[in-house]
């Protein structure tokens, strides 16, 4: 079964820092880009950074940049996403996605940020 599970969610404070897991099973996905997305209560799901599979390119929102970093382990199949300075904005269900067009999506971790 091809899935993709994140994990590493969970309650810190403002300025404090988590970093996120997604793991990958039953196939590899290192020439596809990989993905993290947010949804907070009551907004649309929105793009937080991105990785390529091949050069491994990073890319981020705006609104994370230069606090969030992605990164990953072909070998073990794994993608993290390092979060420093979080703020209370960053409080959501935190996804990773892959494959052709983000075909494949993990279930979710959720990351609250408290002030």
């Known amino acids: 079964q091809v899935q993709l599970v994140e994990s590493g969610g969970g309650l810190v404070q403002v300025g404090g820092s988590l970093r996120l897991s997604c793991a990958a099973s039953g196939r590899s996905f290192s020439g596809y880009r990989r993905g993290w997305f947010r949804q907070a209560p009551g907004q649309e799901r929105e793009f937080v950074g991105s990785i390529t599979g091949n050069a491994g390119i990073t890319d981020y929102a705006d609104s994370v940049k230069g606090r969030f970093t992605i990164s990953r382990d072909r070998a073990k199949n794994m993608v993290y996403l390092q979060m420093n300075s979080l703020k209370p904005e960053d409080t959501a269900v935190y996804y990773c996605?892959?494959?052709?067009?983000?075909?494949?999506w993990g279930q979710g971790t959720q990351v609250t940020v408290s002030s």
């Open positions: 996605a892959a494959g052709e067009g983000y075909a494949l």
